[in-house]
């Protein structure tokens, strides 16, 4: 294993010798940091350029220089309704949905997501037995891929799983929950913390546990109660780690996509159709391949995450002024 | 009453709280929600394709036993027939030679040539529990499914080792060198934490098709083999690093590359294996790029079989079931043995 690995890294040898002569030391640097630059210039810069021009060009033609220049026609497309306030009239009334939905979806996941694993940290973090068995227990589905997640959850769910079993022997009637578009949004939400609370629980816990233990042995002294401790130490010195995860997971939940893919579709009709699903479909699932309304909507999608970063470095630099002041 | 003492006892404190009660229930309750879908996935996955369909499903897999009468070709089913007259008495095994309606024709096993008339309300099927490994051994002998098992294997594994490669040359380059144009790449490379693929989903799609990796594993593997993730992480850890032992080697005439891969690799080897355990979870669990990339059938890699099976209109869910868990296997694996690892480096670096 050895032998074969410094064979490897030998095979090196003479290109980066050649280079370290040609060049010198210092500017070797730039060798070494080449291939990384070279892939992400291909795969990364070099889509973020072509991506803005594929949002002014129609056309179902991949290479860029075959596409048509129609200016803001995409955007018109996906934006313009004749009436704003009713979203049946929308040219692409999906993409609007797919905003709304997304919307929905951003506020209640996070809110939720940011509650219960505050609840689940603190929990963690009190003088329990077997600390990190309760920790793994929470951080297990974290490392589930999204397919098998959300399949774990459709076998639960599907007309004669196992929740209609235990509601059929409770005296209920059956539910398709799957099939329902309120019980749809809501098993989406639900799946998608109980996939990744523990990564936040994760944070947060950190968080509690830099805190210094003599803070709370001085207001135990006090007599503070327990609620007191909480809103007066606690919370304001987790203050980082809670913006940290909002941010986090508003980013994320933004961009909900493969877990919802599979457990719904995007269905019932558009029901779970999120903004990621909605690129994806336009481009790629549908028989016509419209790239350039894909990328439209990408950008719109980026727009969204571009004002979600600004938001966390405001918030992050307004709770370090604040600390300083208190 | 021992056992009950270790349970509840508390660290320092002598008595339990009603807090404590509290925790410990929240926490039972979080064992059962996180742990209970999963164990029923495993469970439901060694069913029969008869068990699986049946409703109410039961939590372990049990099959109906059968019996092999003298006078018949197949096996036939048993079930306990209870005596509709003497409540009282206990009710007799029987197996089923055919059914008509409401009414059944059961024989004594022991007597086969004495058939009973029953109503099929009498009687209770008699089960036993059976796992059907055939599921898993099926997946390998009708399907493509060691396809499936070989590609994202082979995807997860050489990608695996080229960002190790890259990541790490780059954040030596980083953290160890002076040179012109230095702050603005690495700039460059942590602005490109903030480009989620989601966003460039098209024209990455039009630079692998340019480069002709369409539907070949290299499409997956090559786009996302720079992670800004694992530079970031690297450099950090190899900022730690002093530069007098680069300084030593030097004077020994080492090579860069030479001082690269015989002094800081093996120093930053705890920094490689969080970026390892990182990135063999993201390109196992990897969904979007492959779906866009992958479409035929042999290039398929688990994920995507995974969703090509349970979008197909009879959905084969003992097979379906079975290969999810397949697919669970590694990640467990990963979490039983390396959980600290991850938790240190999502604690340290806020990643995932």
Redo the contacts between chains.
């Keep these: 294993m050895l032998r074969l690995l410094s064979f490897f890294f030998n095979l090196f040898e003479p290109i980066f010798k050649l280079a370290q002569r040609w060049l010198g030391v210092s500017r070797l640097g730039w060798v070494f940091v080449g291939p990384n630059l070279l892939v992400f210039g291909l795969f990364t810069f070099l889509p973020i350029i072509i991506n803005v021009f594929y949002a002014f060009t129609g056309g179902v033609e991949l290479m860029p220089l075959k596409r048509p220049y129609t200016g803001g026609e995409n955007f018109e497309i996906l934006l313009y309704c004749s009436n704003y306030l009713d979203v049946t009239t929308c040219n692409k009334d999906v993409f609007w949905r797919a905003i709304f939905n997304t919307g929905k979806f951003a506020l209640l996941q996070v809110g939720l997501m940011v509650v219960l694993s505050l609840m689940t940290a603190l929990v963690l973090n009190r003088n329990i037995i077997g600390r990190g068995f309760w920790r793994g227990v929470f951080f297990y589905p974290v490392l589930l891929s999204p397919v098998v997640v959300a399949l774990i959850w459709k076998w639960l769910l599907q007309s004669n799983g196992a929740f209609n079993a235990g509601l059929i022997s409770l005296g209920y009637n059956p539910v398709e929950w799957l099939t329902t578009s309120d019980w749809s949004f809501f098993w989406v939400v639900f799946v998608s913390i109980w996939a990744h609370m523990g990564f936040y629980t994760l944070i947060l816990l950190a968080g509690l546990q830099a805190i210094p233990k003599d803070l709370y042995e001085a207001a135990n002294m006090d007599r503070a109660s327990a609620f007191t401790t909480l809103r007066r130490i606690t919370l304001p010195l987790l203050m980082p780690n809670l913006i940290v995860v909002l941010v986090l997971a508003a980013i994320r939940a933004v961009q909900v996509f493969d877990e919802v893919f599979v457990l719904t579709g995007g269905g019932p009709g558009s029901a779970t159709t999120f903004i990621v699903q909605f690129i994806y479909q336009t481009g790629f699932a549908e028989q016509i391949h419209l790239y350039g309304l894909a990328a439209a909507a990408s950008l719109a999608l980026a727009t969204f995450l571009v004002i979600l970063t600004l938001a966390q470095l405001r918030l992050s630099r307004a709770n370090e002024l604040g600390s300083k002041k208190a | 009453m021992s056992v009950a003492n270790f349970?509840l006892?508390?660290?320092?404190?002598h008595r339990l709280h009603w807090?404590?009660v509290v925790?410990?229930v929240?926490?039972v309750l979080?064992?059962v929600?996180?742990?209970a879908?999963?164990s029923?996935?495993v469970m439901?996955s060694f069913k029969s394709e008869s068990a699986i369909?049946q409703?109410?499903?039961t939590f372990l897999p049990y099959s109906q036993q059968t019996v092999t009468v003298p006078g018949f070709d197949k096996p036939l089913p048993l079930f306990e027939v209870l005596n509709t007259e003497d409540q009282s008495a206990p009710p007799v095994v029987m197996a089923q030679a055919r059914r008509i309606g409401i009414m059944a024709a059961m024989v004594d096993p022991k007597q086969p040539e004495v058939q009973v008339k029953v109503n099929v309300d009498d009687r209770v099927p008699v089960n036993e529990l059976d796992f059907a490994w055939s599921n898993y051994i099926d997946l390998f002998d009708k399907f493509t499914f060691s396809t499936y098992l070989f590609n994202s294997v082979f995807i997860t594994v050489v990608a695996t080792l080229i960002t190790l490669l890259?990541?790490s040359?780059?954040a030596?380059?980083?953290s160890k060198?002076?040179?012109?144009?230095?702050r603005a790449?690495f700039l460059?490379?942590i602005a490109?934490l903030?480009?989620?693929p989601?966003?460039?989903?098209?024209?990455?799609?039009?630079?692998i098709?340019e480069?002709g990796l369409l539907n070949n594993l290299w499409g997956v593997i090559?786009?996302?083999?720079?992670t800004p993730t694992g530079?970031f992480l690297l450099r950090q850890y190899m900022l730690t690093i002093p530069d007098e032992l680069i300084e030593a080697a030097r004077m020994d005439h080492a090579?860069?590359?030479?001082i690269?891969?015989r002094v800081v690799l093996p120093l930053s080897a705890p920094a490689l294996a969080v970026l390892a355990i990182f990135s063999v979870?993201w390109r196992?669990?990897d969904?979007?790029l492959p779906?866009?990339v992958l479409s035929t059938n042999d290039v398929f890699t688990l994920?995507l079989a995974?969703?090509s099976f349970?979008?197909e209109l009879n959905t084969q869910?003992h097979y379906?079931?079975a290969m999810?868990v397949i697919?669970?296997i590694p990640?467990?694996f990963?979490?039983a043995f390396l959980?600290r690892y991850?938790?240190t480096g999502?604690?340290s670096a806020?990643v995932?």
């Design positions: 349970l006892r508390t660290r320092g404190r807090t404590d925790t410990y929240y926490l979080g064992l929600v996180m742990f879908p999963v029923w996935l439901s369909s409703f109410p499903p890259l990541n040359m780059a030596f380059a980083l060198y002076r040179f012109k144009g230095q790449v460059l490379i490109t903030m480009v989620p989601t966003i460039i989903l098209v024209p990455v799609f039009l630079v098709n480069v090559l786009p996302a083999v720079a530079v090579s860069e590359w030479r690269y891969w979870m196992w669990n969904f979007l779906l866009i994920q995974l969703n349970q979008g869910w379906l079931l999810t697919t669970l990640v467990t990963v979490f959980q991850i938790t999502i604690a806020g995932k």
